[in-house]
């Protein structure tokens, strides 16, 4: 079992940074791939980013590679999403997610974070 809680979401303009953090409880923490998923008003939720157990493999979206970051600090149980240049569109609830292997589809993922809003204005 997983228990997982995002922060470090909010409002910034187009152009700024903001870093998303999740917390993961439990001591297997180490052994899940983890990923990064949006979801915005009216839309699918939508993959950005996963990273692999020891964090040695990582994969992105088109929409927005080289401007995110995923990273990942085992020994503290928790994974990070560094965000760079934001635009309007990134506007969305961010969740975070553990499940067995890198994976783009959220339905291979089984534990999940009750989210964190980042808004991006214009």
């Known amino acids: 079992q997983v228990q997982l809680v995002e922060s470090g979401g909010g409002s910034v303009q187009a152009g700024g940074s903001l870093r998303l953090s999740c917390a993961a409880s439990?001591?297997?923490?180490?052994?899940?791939?983890m990923g990064w998923f949006r979801q915005a008003p009216g839309k699918e939720r939508e993959f950005v980013a996963a990273?692999?157990?020891?964090?040695?493999?990582?994969y992105y979206a088109d929409s927005v590679k080289g401007r995110f970051t995923i990273s990942r600090d085992n020994a503290k149980n928790t994974v990070y999403l560094q965000m760079n240049s934001l635009k309007p569109e990134d506007t969305a609830v961010y969740y975070c997610?553990?499940?067995?292997?890198?994976?783009?589809?959220?339905?291979?993922?089984?534990?999940w974070g009750q989210g964190t809003q980042v808004t991006v204005s214009s």
């Open positions: 990273i692999s157990w020891s964090g040695g493999s990582t």
């Open positions: 997610a553990a499940g067995p292997q890198l994976w783009s589809d959220y339905t291979k993922y089984g534990y």
């Open positions: 439990g001591r297997t923490f180490s052994s899940y791939a």
